[in-house]
């Protein structure tokens, strides 16, 4: 029998067989700049908390710090988890407009740093036996994700502006650069991990969706605050560099559809989309 037995502060100590002040390591994270945490922030999954911030270690090049998952958690940490900071609040300025969120007291005064499992994001986003954490949820989410859109004007694009389908978010413009030798705006971007397979291919169409105003009326009244660039799936092979199309989300659903060139001596009232030229066939209203 032992003559001496450790005293534990707790069961979580006890289970981890820890008879240190601080928490065990779980995992950690290396960051190029010094992030907007310290010791005692909290670690969130979805926004809920899971764990906290233990220690922040500079070295030469680069910032250490070591996380503590709860053990009830630790389940959550898998092989596709990315790691990035969050700040107190975010303030962003866009075609949207201006957006701040705040975080709780708590949070703007220590900071934290958030993780989430995303599809498809590489295993090997590593510096050595430490995971990566990113200065942001964008950075992080463009991990393998990134494509760029040729256009021969900006002035519909923006920073932050999002790209959709069919309604749903699958990516955003990160930068807008003016490229003097080609007379050309390349907005780099990213499509998130779980959609970079599908729609960065060739065949694939992106196009800024704006109000459009005719004699049949307003078009896209939505996108007044927010403009989106849509997405049209191609099937052919990965590619990252893409045309933005002129066409609008209309044109794009038409396109395996059969064209047909009609002349008259003149244009008269006719207009795209118009209500006076619709295409009509017993009765039956058919696309213009």
Not at 30 to 49: C, I, M, N, W
Not at 196 to 221: N, W
């Amino acid at each position: 029998m032992k003559a001496s037995y450790p005293l534990y502060a707790n069961l979580e100590k006890a289970l981890e067989n820890s008879l240190s002040d601080l928490p065990t390591t779980t995992v950690s994270l290396s960051a190029e700049t010094l992030p907007d945490v310290q010791a005692g922030s909290v670690v969130l999954y979805r926004k809920f908390e899971v764990g906290e911030v233990i220690t922040v270690r500079p070295r030469a090049n680069a910032f250490d710090i070591d996380l503590h998952i709860k053990p009830e958690y630790r389940n959550l940490l898998t092989s596709n988890s990315v790691f990035w900071a969050e700040g107190g609040a975010k303030v962003q300025l866009n075609g949207s407009g201006l957006t701040v969120q705040a975080s709780p007291l708590s949070r703007a005064l220590k900071g934290a740093i958030s993780f989430d499992n995303l599809s498809g994001a590489s295993a090997s986003q590593r510096k050595g036996d430490k995971r990566i954490l990113y200065a942001s949820e964008t950075a992080a989410r463009a991990v393998g994700g990134q494509i760029t859109l040729h256009a021969f004007d900006a002035g519909k694009l923006a920073v932050g502006m999002p790209i959709r389908y069919l309604g749903i978010d699958i990516g955003q413009i990160q930068t807008l650069d003016l490229i003097t030798a080609r007379n050309e705006v390349q907005a780099k971007a990213v499509l998130y991990p779980e959609y970079v397979q599908t729609f960065a291919r060739g065949g694939t169409r992106f196009s800024v969706v704006t109000p459009q105003i005719s004699a049949a009326g307003v078009e896209h009244l939505d996108t007044i605050l927010q403009p989106y660039i849509n997405v049209e799936p191609g099937r052919g092979n990965p590619r990252r560099d893409f045309e933005l199309q002129e066409a609008t989300i209309t044109d794009s659903r038409y396109l395996d559809g059969l064209s047909i060139i009609v002349e008259a001596p003149e244009a008269g009232s006719l207009g795209i989309g118009s209500l006076c030229c619709s295409v009509v066939w017993k009765s039956v209203r058919l696309p213009e």
